[in-house]
């Protein structure tokens, strides 16, 4: 909880969630040992919730708050040893070489807002109260902390707010690959493109085709597919037997 929000939690006799949003996923990506071209991915979610606090009669008080939520997946990602160099541009200075070692994929996470599912109010300071998982504020990334208008708190609360948040999220493993693709050079007209004469139009109307076909509708057995038979025509149609 935030500093304010913790003091309002403290006097809570329960809350409700109101709303919970993603705010950053953290990934780490390493090999995974003896087993080629797989990596472990380890994640962890932050989310901005907000909790409305019923301290009394009266309106409640709208209290925000940080939750996280750590995974790890194994992912096929395969391998290979080529090292990229790449360079940016920047102006009025040298261009910078940004190196990698080699092409590792790298992790994507695609993650839609979460669903609050349930909340709870539990006293931390009764025995029976599982609050083993502590969280360390020195691992949360400053980025995170600034979504906060005031300072995180963790430790001496009195009270604790726990939230049961559904998520989805897809997680793959993207690399840059080389494609082979056929290319062609360009294509020269063999026709050429004749225009409408000013003064003889007549010129261009005799070089077009007599529409022939637009005289003549087709027949039903040309509406048919290739190998398909209607039983309702004769196979001897000369008109349709190429």
């Known amino acids: 909880m935030t500093q304010s929000g913790q003091e309002v939690v403290d006097r809570a006799i329960s809350v409700k969630a109101s709303n919970a949003e993603i705010i950053w996923v953290y990934t780490d990506i390493e090999e ?4 080629r ?7 962890r979610y932050f989310f901005k919730v907000t909790l409305n606090v019923f301290t009394g009669v009266g309106r409640p008080t709208a209290v925000e708050g940080l939750a996280t939520f750590s995974k790890k997946v194994i992912l096929f990602g395969s391998e290979g ?8 541009y920047k102006q009025d200075a040298f261009d910078t070489q940004q190196w990698k070692k080699t092409n590792m994929p790298y992790a994507v996470v695609e993650v839609v807002e979460p669903i609050v599912l349930g909340e709870k109010l539990a006293d931390v300071r009764q025995k029976n109260c599982c609050c083993d998982d502590e969280l360390d504020l020195s691992s949360v990334p400053e980025s995170v902390c ?18 049961s948040l559904g998520i989805f ?3 793959k493993l993207e690399r840059r690959v080389q494609l082979l693709i056929p290319s062609y050079d360009y294509c020269v007209p063999q026709k050429e493109c004749v225009g409408a004469a000013e003064d003889n139009p007549c010129d261009l109307f005799d070089r077009i085709e007599f529409p022939m076909e637009e005289f003549y509708p087709p027949a039903k057995c040309e509406f048919l597919e290739p190998g398909q038979v209607d ?7 000369n008109r349709c037997r190429k």
Not at 32 to 35: A, L, Q, S
Not at 146 to 163: Q, S, T
């Open 81 to 88: 040893n080529a090292k990229i160099f790449s360079s940016k």
């Open 37 to 43: 071209g797989f990596y472990s991915i380890d994640l």
């Open 32 to 35: 995974v040992p003896f087993n």
């Open 146 to 163: 600034r979504v906060f208008d005031d300072a995180l708190v963790i430790g001496g609360e009195a009270k604790r707010a726990f939230v």
């Open 231 to 237: 039983p309702s025509v004769d196979n001897s149609c």
């Open 169 to 171: 999220s897809i997680i």
